[in-house]
């Protein structure tokens, strides 16, 4: 069983930065996929940035060269820096875990942390 608990998240101005975190508990950290998604209001959650376990990193062409993830396996914190914040970044940013183990996909959501962008 995974635990996500995210942090970090509040109310900043447009053109402020952010840096958002996930601990994660279990064992499996080291080979889980860990991704950030976000929800804004009226709207379909969509993924904003991913690393898998090896550290490749993908982002939504929204927030590319204004935000960047990173991961502490070591800690098990998953970490999202965002810079130059837009109004449009305003939601609840979700921290994923996803990993296969014994040909079984495993998938696994905190509670959310609130991003609110001011214009």
């Known amino acids: 069983q995974v635990q996500l608990v995210e942090s970090g998240g509040g109310l900043v101005q447009a053109g402020g930065s952010l840096r958002l975190s996930c601990a994660a508990s279990?064992?499996?950290?080291?080979?889980?996929?860990m991704a950030w998604y976000r929800q804004a209001p009226g709207k379909q959650r969509e993924l904003v940035a991913a690393?898998?376990?090896?550290?490749?990193?993908n982002y939504a062409d929204s927030v590319k060269g204004r935000f960047t993830i990173s991961r502490d396996n070591h800690q098990k914190m998953v970490y999202l820096q965002m810079n130059s914040l837009k109004p449009e970044d305003t939601g609840v940013y979700y921290c994923?875990?996803?990993?296969?183990?014994?040909?079984?996909?495993?998938?696994?959501w905190g509670q959310g942390t609130q991003v609110t962008v001011s214009s």
């Open positions: 690393i898998t376990s090896g550290g490749s990193t």
């Open positions: 279990g064992n499996i950290f080291s080979i889980a996929n």
């Open positions: 994923n875990s996803n990993h296969v183990l014994w040909a079984r996909g495993y998938d696994y």
